[in-house]
């Protein structure tokens, strides 16, 4: 079976979970990353540098989950350890990204929303 994460949270009515499937924690094989020159290889597209450090660490994060929605809480949570800002603070620092990866993101709204990387827009 496939390995789950949920978060529980009380309600008036009783304990509310929410689950998310687990990051794939491996890259996809079109996808690298150099930390230390904080620089984003797409096979067939080129290299890009990424200056703004916190930038880097989301599009890792998402990155590293693949196709699978990954939400922005959880991206914070896996690339800062718990920096608060939700999808207002994930939104404002892929506008930092190069425009060649903003495009290689998708975005979902609602409960079940969240982003990813798209399985289309890298080729």
Same mark, same amino acid.
């Given at each position: 079976? #496939?390995?789950?994460h949920?978060?529980g949270?009380?309600?008036?009515?009783?304990?509310?979970?929410?689950?998310? *499937?687990a *990051?794939?924690d491996?890259?996809? +094989?079109w996808?690298?990353?150099?930390d230390? +020159? /904080?620089?984003?290889t797409?096979?067939?597209?080129?290299?890009?540098?990424i +200056?703004?450090g916190?930038?880097?660490?989301?599009?890792? +994060?998402?990155? &590293?989950?693949?196709?699978d929605?990954?939400?922005? @809480?959880q991206?914070? #949570? @896996? *690339?800062f350890?718990?920096?608060?800002?939700?999808a @207002?603070?994930v939104?404002?620092?892929?506008?930092?990204?190069p425009q #060649?990866?903003?495009?290689?993101?998708?975005?979902k709204e609602?409960t079940?929303?969240? /982003?990813? &990387?798209?399985?289309?827009?890298?080729?």
């Amino acid at each position: 079976g #496939q390995t789950i994460h949920w978060v529980g949270r009380q309600a008036r009515l009783g304990t509310v979970c929410t689950c998310f *499937a687990a *990051a794939a924690d491996s890259l996809p +094989e079109w996808i690298s990353f150099d930390d230390d +020159e /904080r620089k984003v290889t797409i096979v067939g597209k080129g290299s890009y540098q990424i +200056e703004d450090g916190d930038a880097y660490k989301i599009f890792h +994060e998402i990155a &590293l989950a693949g196709v699978d929605w990954i939400r922005s @809480n959880q991206i914070l #949570q @896996n *690339a800062f350890g718990g920096k608060t800002g939700g999808a @207002n603070k994930v939104c404002q620092l892929l506008k930092k990204l190069p425009q #060649q990866l903003q495009d290689l993101i998708d975005w979902k709204e609602g409960t079940k929303g969240g /982003r990813r &990387l798209s399985a289309t827009k890298k080729k």
